[in-house]
């Protein structure tokens, strides 16, 4: 039987180019870069030209609904910027920050996989540059400014502490931190009350990272971070203590986009980290917009399947900033069309050609709904050692019969040579079926109405239920004048309903929104469907189990 190098021994065998060298390739002057060390960098915002990048190709990549391990976005969207490259193309992939909390759970790093990475791994999903840290200390910032008003005689606001929807945050997994109470102990120690904490990646503040298109736009969106409200009712933000200047100087170098490279040493740039199912899923409007000013090609990807990244992408990061994508790459693989086929998670490894015909109806839903956009898919089979060639010459003819191309992709197996049919297939789609993107609501709609689109079109749902605190948050939106904010749903990834137990393409079923909350600075509303939670938990056996670092400081384990 074949053994295969894991992750972290192939970019640790990789010889990584000095930084400047990589930004060369996009006419970056040295001058221009902020080392941190040789293999990484800092990009100042004055090299994102606007004038260049209409002229550019953005192309998203997204995936069918996923199975527990993911899919391989990443992986895809590493290999298929290579394959770019290596068919002639200048190409840069853009991508989300991985966050620490599932590096040591579940779902490992996200840094790609096999041939198709971007280093210097360990970096990347450790502390990288200090975004993160830099995210969590501008939010509990505000949390401790916020205590401390409670406390204050002088300059109290007069905020009732019950009212008060701002977390705390941190970047672990940590399901013990979800309900708080804090302030106890004495006087000395604050007023008590309930709190809590997020994940890092599901603050605001991370969220108002990912919207915001200059410095002073950051300042302004910290600022409208809404907190709760007084005895009164009168609505608090963040400006009103006074808080906006301090959190942005805690980020006066994490808004600037990092420059690191993949393995076949082309240009990355990786920035912002928020999570697809309970926040917007994709790296920073900067960052999109500095690839674009600096390749003709620009991959990147939102999280999870296409009803969670790619409609917040397309509905809430591209309608907000301009962007246009002119493919979108749609990531199958056999083992999730067997899933959604009817097989148990010992049977993923299994051939079998009618799961994979009864899976079909998952991946059929997403192409539909990406034409909805107005925008042509292509579909990368993301390869296996275990897929038949029956299985993937189905799915090949399923989707020509629709009118789309599928192209099986071996970028963890053999990098930039895996993804050149890939790279082609998608150089055809933007140069010979022309997209004109459009939302799929407009942001002025009613609130209501705009939840219910997302949920009829996207979904397949019948409809909407509105529990008794969602109906009083619409009351609470409508009364702060929140209601031309887009939608970002919260909403499990593993179906397209609010029930992860209904897999494939569910019909005939209704989803619940449990209640709705504000991220005023990043302009969007945060409906909460079903069972979702913003701090995630540890399993049952962690990844952190089987890391290992040695005396000379070489990490194992690490994926």
Not at 112 to 128: A, C, K, R, T
């Amino acid at each position: 039987m074949k053994t295969y190098k894991s992750d972290i021994e192939i970019a640790q065998a990789n010889e990584m180019a000095h930084i400047k060298t990589i930004a060369s390739k996009i006419n970056i002057v040295e001058d221009d870069l902020e080392y941190y060390g040789k293999y990484k960098a800092k990009l100042p915002l004055n090299l994102i030209d606007e004038t260049k990048i209409a002229q550019n190709n953005l192309i998203l990549v997204t995936a069918l609904t996923p199975t527990p391990a993911g899919e391989g976005k990443t992986t895809v969207s590493i290999g298929l910027t290579e394959g770019l490259n290596k068919i002639g193309k200048q190409a840069t992939v853009v991508l989300r920050e991985p966050s620490l909390g599932p590096v040591f759970g579940i779902k490992g790093g996200a840094a790609g996989g096999g041939y198709s990475q971007v280093v210097p791994m360990e970096d990347i999903n450790l502390h990288f540059t200090g975004d993160f840290n830099a995210v969590e200390k501008a939010n509990n910032l505000l949390s401790a400014l916020v205590d401390n008003n409670l406390q204050s005689k002088t300059k109290n606001l007069g905020l009732d502490a019950r009212t008060i929807v701002w977390k705390r945050v941190i970047d672990m997994n940590d399901r013990a931190l979800r309900a708080i109470t804090i302030g106890l102990g004495g006087t000395a120690n604050g007023i008590p009350r309930q709190d809590g904490f997020n994940i890092t990646p599901a603050s605001e503040v991370m969220a108002i990272l990912c919207m915001a298109t200059d410095f002073e736009d950051l300042k302004a969106r910290l600022g409208a971070i809404y907190i709760g409200q007084t005895f009164d009712k009168k609505p608090i933000f963040a400006r009103d203590l006074k808080a906006e200047n301090a959190m942005a100087i805690l980020l006066k170098d994490a808004i600037k986009p990092n420059l690191v490279q993949t393995l076949e040493q082309n240009p990355a740039i990786i920035h912002g980290g928020p999570f697809a199912n309970i926040a917007q899923g994709t790296n920073t409007i900067i960052a999109t917009k500095m690839g674009l000013s600096l390749s003709d090609y620009v991959v990147t990807e939102a999280g999870f399947g296409a009803d969670l990244g790619a409609e917040k992408f397309l509905n809430i990061k591209c309608a907000s900033s301009g962007l246009k994508p002119k493919c979108v790459v749609l990531v199958a693989t056999i083992r999730a069309l067997r899933h959604h086929g009817g097989a148990t998670k010992e049977q993923y490894n299994t051939a079998s050609i009618e799961r994979v015909q009864n899976g079909f109806a998952n991946l059929e839903k997403h192409i539909e709904n990406i034409r909805k956009f107005n925008i042509e898919p292509v579909v990368a089979i993301n390869a296996f050692t275990n897929d038949s060639e029956e299985e993937i010459n189905f799915i090949k003819e399923k989707c020509a019969q629709l009118g789309v191309q599928a192209v099986r992709s071996e970028g963890w197996a053999k990098g930039g040579n895996g993804t050149q049919d890939l790279a082609k297939a998608v150089v055809n789609v933007i140069e010979n079926k022309a997209s004109s993107f459009k939302p799929l609501y407009d942001w002025k709609n009613p609130v209501v109405e705009k939840i219910e689109t997302i949920a009829r079109e996207i979904y397949g749902a019948d409809g909407v239920d509105f529990d008794r605190k969602a109906q009083l948050n619409l009351k609470r939106i409508d009364r702060l004048g929140f209601n031309d904010f887009a939608i970002c749903m919260a909403k499990t990834q593993k179906s397209f309903s609010d029930n992860d137990k209904l897999i494939g393409r569910p019909t005939g079923f209704r989803v619940t929104v449990r209640e709705i909350e504000i991220a005023a600075g990043a302009k969007f509303l945060i409906p909460i469907l079903g069972k979702m939670m913003r701090m995630p938990g540890l399993p049952a056996t962690p990844a952190s189990e089987h890391m290992h670092i040695d005396k000379n400081g070489k990490i194992s384990g690490l994926s």
